[in-house]
């Protein structure tokens, strides 16, 4: 089985506050996430996690082996091998970071890539969607994927918004902070999808 999720924000204290997070604490959100990835991911099951795993570098290591399935990685803005990211800037230091995060268990994919689903069609997958439905300045403009008319799966938003026009939040601040699976999506996209 195949699964999408994204911002988990693993070690962010902050977070809980910004999205209105049940948790008392990092720690516990932690235990949360882990439990529940692994209440729904098996050990052979694949899982995307379209960006901000963490913002602390340790918890990379320290959380990636624990949770269950072969993961995927597109980076986000907070993922420190994003080339957005202030130690990801040039393309030595960004190769450096992606390297790592191969080594930690990660397979690392562009920033902006697609998946074929099966029977279906072919999504974009990227961290930020398509534009953003709120008003103010949009510092990751340049990080944006083009619409080519395509579903496109994503993150960033948190709980603002769960489905867009041809766009699915898989963030985990909307999915009860679990992975969705690929049927869910199949469903959604075969929903509302022109044919």
Not at 30 to 39: D, M, R, T, V, Y
Not at 69 to 87: A, E, I, M, Q, R
Not at 124 to 146: Q, T, V
Request: charged residues 25%; negative net charge; glycine residues 6%.
């Amino acid at each position: 089985m195949i699964y999408f999720t994204s911002d988990l924000h693993f070690q962010h204290e902050n977070v809980i506050k910004y999205c209105n997070r049940p948790f008392a604490n990092a720690d516990e959100m932690g235990k949360a996430l882990i439990a529940n990835w692994n209440s729904v991911v098996k050990p052979e099951d694949t899982v995307y996690v379209l960006g901000d795993f963490s913002l602390a570098q340790s918890a990379v290591p320290t959380f990636t082996p624990i949770l269950n399935g072969t993961k995927y990685l597109v980076p986000g803005n907070h993922d420190f091998c994003h080339s957005y990211h202030k130690k990801s800037r040039n393309p030595e230091a960004r190769a450096n970071w992606v390297k790592k995060y191969t080594d930690w268990g990660w397979i690392v994919l562009p920033e902006q890539t697609t998946l074929e689903i099966e029977g279906v069609t072919t999504v974009n997958m990227c961290h930020h969607p398509y534009e953003l439905k709120e008003p103010g300045d949009d510092k990751y403009l340049n990080w944006r994927p083009k619409d080519d008319g395509r579903w496109l799966l994503c993150g960033h938003v948190h709980h603002n918004w769960k489905f867009g026009e041809r766009v699915i939040n898989v963030g985990t601040d909307v999915w009860d902070f679990k992975p969705v699976s690929i049927e869910v999506i199949k469903e959604h996209i075969c929903k509302f999808s022109i044919i």
